[in-house]
């Protein structure tokens, strides 16, 4: 009992330090996040103006580079992205079934006795005890 006693209270101390360390990640990732909100506009701008440019207008280059790092730009193509899959879905299966994708799984409840016997990919994980030991 004594030695899971000093487990227990090991562990109840590693939880501790686990949990202020998430607080501090925490604090400092929340102060990132402002200092991005605030800044990264004015950095975007700023590195846009920096970067050398053709004749017509358009960019040499699509990253500038400065002495605290870089900043580069790039073209994201459009893509599509589903957001309410259950409305997506309901209205493909319509319009546009070849882009729904069905998935078959198991039952393993509804299985005949023939099945669990012969099916192939089963199978049957005889019964057995299960021991549990637990101190005071």
């Not at 004015?42 to 050398?52: F, N, V």
């Not at 994201?76 to 589903?82: P, T």
């Not at 882009?99 to 669990?116: E, G, P």
Request: aromatic share 6%.
């Amino acid at each position: 009992m004594d030695i899971e006693a000093t487990l227990q209270a090991e562990k109840a101390k590693m939880d501790a330090i686990v949990e202020n360390t998430r607080k501090m990640v925490a604090r400092h990732q929340a102060r990132l996040d402002w200092l991005e909100a605030q800044y990264n506009a004015q950095l975007q701008d700023y590195a846009m103006s920096q970067l050398p440019r053709k004749a017509d207008g358009t960019l040499k280059v699509k990253t500038w580079t400065c002495p605290f790092g870089t900043v580069s730009f790039r073209t994201v193509a459009e893509r599509v992205k589903v957001v309410e899959e259950e409305e997506a879905v309901a209205w493909l299966m319509h319009h546009n079934p070849e882009a729904i994708k069905t998935k078959h799984t198991v039952l393993v409840s509804k299985l005949s006795d023939f099945a669990t016997v012969h099916a192939p990919g089963l199978e049957i994980i005889p019964a057995s005890e299960s021991v549990m030991i637990k101190t005071v």
